[in-house]
């Protein structure tokens, strides 16, 4: 017994050292991320000053430009965001509410709508219903997705759909888009970490978008993969517990509400090219 209770209490010594390490860990990786955040706030908010300031006829290649550097600021941030909650999220309880998805997805385009602009993108929204879930978690899956969309999606025009229906407990968003079909062989693969797709050649990245996508979704109980459609579409949907889950844990929570449907060709309410100059904060 005497030697059961000395390896218990070394098991308990190491326990004590791993979770001080944890903790250390944790924390550099915050500070870390504020200090790479930091610059790449500046450097969007700055290129869009800049841009503002110049006029649009004399210096339009120059604007052009900045707009690139504005985007790239903006993917690079988002990296950082979403590695981040990769990296601290998996222990902590999830702060799981009920969302409203039309709100979450019109954020997320506000975000995008730059290069969505520049490329032409028909973004169709449909109905969105509410559903349940973390939503800086949800907004980093639906932004990373989107992201891909338009990645792999063709250089000038195509459609994207983004839709959600609700099935029992549970509510399955999709993102749509045109672009090379997936292979069958592939269409689990895409979801480890750096692969970057048979197109990698003209897709900048760092091949974890969508592994972020699968970890978030996972902790939310859901299901997350992708699938071609009929019309030749590429959709990437996942599953999310329904709003009723948040409200039987919460009786504060509001009722949820279906959401009026957007006409076809049109965007999210409150997005437009009216936050094309938006900078991001």
Partial sequence: MDELEVENR??????????????????????????????????????????????????????RELEALRRAASRARLLVETLLHDARAHDRPLRAR????????????TLLWPE???????????????????????????TNLLLNALRHGPASGG??????????????????????????????RIFGRFYRGRDQHRVQGAGLGLTI???????????IGVEVLGDGLNSFYFTLPEAGAAQAANSNARPRRRVASSGAGTLARGVGPAFASLALT
């Fill in 98 to 109: 009920s969302l409203n998805l039309e709100r979450v997805v019109s954020e997320c385009l």
């Fill in 159 to 188: 459609v994207i759909r983004i839709e959600a229906t609700l099935q029992p407990d549970a509510c399955r968003c999709s993102v749509q888009s045109a672009g090379p079909t997936i292979p069958a062989s592939d269409r689990e």
């Fill in 10 to 63: 070394r098991l308990r010594r190491r326990v004590t050292e791993l979770e001080g390490e944890k903790a250390d860990v944790e924390a550099f990786a915050a500070v870390a991320a504020h200090e790479l955040l930091v610059p790449l706030v500046l450097a969007d908010a700055y290129a869009t000053t800049v841009s503002d300031q110049l006029d649009e006829h004399a210096h339009a290649e120059a604007r």
């Fill in 213 to 223: 996508c699968r970890q978030i979704i996972e902790r939310h109980g859901g299901q």
């Fill in 116 to 142: 969505v602009q520049a490329r032409g993108v028909d973004v169709q929204v449909g109905e969105l219903p509410d559903a349940c879930g973390e939503e800086t978690l949800v907004s980093a899956v639906f």
